[in-house]
């Protein structure tokens, strides 16, 4: 089984390049869909979660995303501590969920796939990149957010330069290029490449 994790910043179109995936009869596996599903069906997470930052979950059991934002926000160090509740739980279930498949090929949309260290779950890293304008732009309309909060979420974000360093496979979703072929010939590749390795 190959297994395919794709990455990129804020609006850069990683999501439309896993519903491509998908179309194909790739299974995908959304980090951030699981992590949130996660962080109300763990118990672990939960009481970890609430000893950390106080009640962050309402009377109905799910998350008061604005009490854990404000959490998340006040410290660098505040969103370091609750990856390390959140993460090791998203990698076990992500084993357990690729342990379950029986496709050739999987995949792994994940938009920190280096920094949480789940580069190390997947056999090839798909970069998706875009020009900053453009991402800005997306990520505007995708969601109702300002220029600047965009622009923070970036800061705060792997740059795409250091991202382009650790990977083999780049498709650019700049809204002019045909991503579809371009994912069509990375798959292709890959598959090639695996095929030689094997």
């Not at 672990?44 to 009377?59: K, P, S």
């Not at 995303?65 to 076990?92: D, G, M, T």
């Not at 379950?100 to 798909?126: K, N």
Request: proline share 3%.
């Amino acid at each position: 089984m190959l297994k395919i994790g794709i990455t990129g910043g804020i609006g850069s179109g990683k999501t439309y390049v896993a519903q491509l995936l998908a179309r194909k009869g790739i299974p995908v596996y959304s980090t951030d869909a699981e992590a949130r599903r996660l962080m109300i069906a763990s118990q672990d997470i939960r009481r970890r979660l609430t000893e950390l930052a106080g009640e962050v979950y309402l009377a109905d059991g799910t998350l008061d995303k604005r009490k854990l934002a404000a959490y998340l926000f006040a410290s660098p160090l505040h969103a370091e501590k609750v990856n390390a509740i959140v993460h090791p739980v998203v990698r076990q279930d992500f084993l357990r969920w690729v342990a379950r498949q029986s496709a050739p090929v999987v995949a792994m949309e994940c938009a920190i796939l280096f920094e949480s260290g789940f580069d190390s779950l997947v056999d090839e890293v798909l970069l998706v990149s875009a020009p900053a304008e453009v991402c800005i732009s997306r990520a505007m309309k995708r969601d109702g957010m300002t220029a600047a909060q965009v622009k923070a979420r970036m800061a705060a974000q792997m740059k795409d330069e250091e991202r382009f360093s650790r990977v083999r496979y780049i498709i650019r979703n700049d809204g002019e290029a045909d991503v579809e072929l371009a994912l069509n010939q990375v798959l292709f590749q890959m598959l090639e490449r695996r095929t030689m390795q094997d």
